[in-house]
Structures are given as C-alpha cells and as structure tokens.
C-alpha cells in the first residue's frame, strides 16, 4: 500500500507520512513507559530540574575535551538549539582552569545564503551564537586554537576531513519539529523519491552537505530564533550528516520540551527503541547507532492528550 501524503508539506516526505499505529502507539506513551524503552545501546534518562539537565549536559564539553591530548585529540560536536548550556561550559572551563590547547569542537550546522555559508555577522549565525555564548567567555590562556574550532562551510572538504583525524567522544543535538538532528530533515517528494522515501542505508550515506529545510523546519526557526518571522529565516544550510554522526563515539540528544513537541519526543523514543527506522523520522534513524542518550526534562514532555486553547 503506498505511503501517505504528508498533511503538512505534500512535496516532502515527513512524520505524517508513517502508518497510524505507530503514531497512535507512540502518543499513548507515559513518562514512566518512555523510561522502559531503554535498551542495549539506546539509554533514556529524565531530570527533574532544568538546571540539572543544562549542567549534566555542559558536563559532557568538559568530559570530552579534558580526555584530549597532544597525540590524541579529543572533540564535541555541539548544537545551537538548546544554547543554554553553552556559558555553563565556559564558566566551568574557567573555573577549573581546564587548558583546551588540544581540545576540538565542531559546530553542527550553518544557514546557506547566496552561495556560501552565512557570515558570523548575520543576526541568526550558528558560529556567532556558539562564540558569543561559550568561546568567547573563555579565558584567552584556556581557549583552544582557532583551527581547532570547526565550523561547517560551503566548501565542506575540510570540515568533513576532520572527523577523520580527531576522535568525536560525542555529538550532542537537541530534536527539532521534523524530528531531525542537526538539519537532517526529511527529503523532498521528488525524483526517485517521488513514490517511496529513501531507505535507511541510503539516508545514512550523506556526509555535511546543503540541504533544503522542510517548512516545519523553518516555521520553528521563526518561532524558537525569530519571534516568529518567517521571513528572517534562510530556506538552505549546511549540516553535519549520518557519516560524521555514525563517526562520533556517542550521540546524545536533549529535549528540555522548547523545541519538539510532547508527540514527536514520545515518537522518536518509540521508533528507535524499537528499530524502526525510517528516512521519513531522521532521527529515528539512530535506532541503528550502537550509543544513543536520550536526555529530557521531565516538565517538559507534557502530555498528547487533546485540550483546546
């Protein structure tokens, strides 16, 4: 039986796309079953306040890059959404005294304008974000060396290159509406897509490259970045792919309830605790990565049932 058509964006292939047990399945979820559904390699774990959860995930800069040394060097992959935990790393950096000299860090993605990667200088940079909010707070003899931070470009050989010769202890991501990492949405409808979504083992080939951003993906941009105007939003970006994310030792996803929604965190738990992966669900794509954290606030996952406002 041929798949649906996405009720949000007909031209793409997305979650509405999926069978209507898995979507029923996964909005029956309680906290207490989303706790159950870890399993070996796939580990769920809840805070109980936000500031646990933003310090437990600052922590994780400062387990990675205190393991790196001159002749092995150490790096995190770190996402602009959530950016809370970004001056926790720099405040705990500086109050150690914690020498970064051969410590890494790759930014996760870029938005794509006329051609090349936006400028740190536009008001919605992922690089400027990361540098006002972490880097730049860190004390000048701690920081690492400019070429040890790795921002993706639209020239992307020597952002992918890297992930070869430094060892990733962690890609941390939160989840976005299109349930995706990073800007790994859903594909268009288009092509030999057209009738049947990519496979697995096909999604699972694509390194940093530009993508299209679903329309979902845009709105919230607007909404979590813009106050809402969709018009300050670029359609295009540069994102880290599944080859670079199955390189990192470890893949760890925060959900504080501010950007996915109570159904998409319940799905995504669901469908890689199960192994059901499926391009139309990136992250569900994951279920295939042998060390997945999922990390939310428990506030924050809410509750499917229907209450209209």
Known sequence: MPRKISSIAPDWWDYTTLDDSIIKAAAKLTPEKMLKLSRPGFKVVFYDTLEEFYLAEALEYITAWRQSTADNPVGICGP?????QLPLVARIVNDLGLNLKWAHFWGMDEWFLD???????HALSFEKADRELCFNRIRKELIMPAANLHFP????????????????????????DTKHWAFNDPPKRAGKYKNQQPSPAEYRKLSTRVVDLHPTTIAQNARTSGGGNITLVPTRAITVGPVETWK??????????KHDNPFGQRLTTLMISEKLADSAVPMSLL??????????YRQGLGTCEVEMH
């Open 80 to 84: 602009i959404g959530p950016t809370e």
């Open 115 to 121: 051609g090349r990667e936006a400028p740190p200088t």
């Open 153 to 176: 470009k639209a020239d992307t050989r020597d952002y992918r290159q890297s992930w070869d010769s430094i060892r990733c202890a962690v890609m941390q991501g939160g989840q976005g």
């Open 248 to 257: 990192a030792e470890k893949v760890s996803i925060w959900q504080a309830g």
């Open 287 to 296: 279920a295939d990565h042998p060390n997945v954290q999922f990390n939310f």
